[in-house]
């Protein structure tokens, strides 16, 4: 299984990114069913979870990006996305998806979100 992250880049406080998160050589029975994440990571911090769809289809978000992320996935092109509206410096990371399944627990490789004031 792979998961492709992209949509990162550098933007001005106030804007939007969309990433998106493609995976590969996952069943669809499997992607249906797992749990869904993106994580964050700032240079000199933890990662943090950012967004989650939970197994029961719940979403979740660290409550510094309510109303302003929106995380989505499709089950027919298992694929994950985060919508970023109103992006503030401080969102500036790291981003990773990861799809936590009955088979496993996996990670993209991170897409670099730069927000500048």
């Known amino acids: ?15 939007s990114l969309k990433l998106s ?6 069943i669809w029975s499997v992607f249906s069913s797992a749990r869904m994440g993106w994580y964050r990571q700032a240079p000199g911090q933890q990662r ?5 769809l939970t197994r ?4 979740n978000y660290l409550e510094s990006v309510k109303g302003r ?4 996935k499709s089950n027919a092109k298992r694929a994950v996305w985060l919508q970023m509206n109103s992006l503030v410096p401080e969102d500036t ?3 990773y998806c990861n799809v936590d399944s009955d088979s496993g627990d996996y990670w993209g ?3 670099q979100v730069t927000v500048s004031s």
């Open 1 to 15: 299984v792979q998961l492709q992250a992209s949509g990162g880049g550098s933007v001005q406080a106030g804007e």
């Open 21 to 26: 998160c493609a995976t590969s050589g996952i």
């Open 48 to 52: 943090e979870l950012v967004a989650e």
């Open 56 to 59: 029961g289809g719940s979403a």
């Open 69 to 72: 992320f929106t995380i989505s």
């Open 93 to 95: 990371a790291v981003y």
């Open 109 to 111: 490789q991170g897409t």
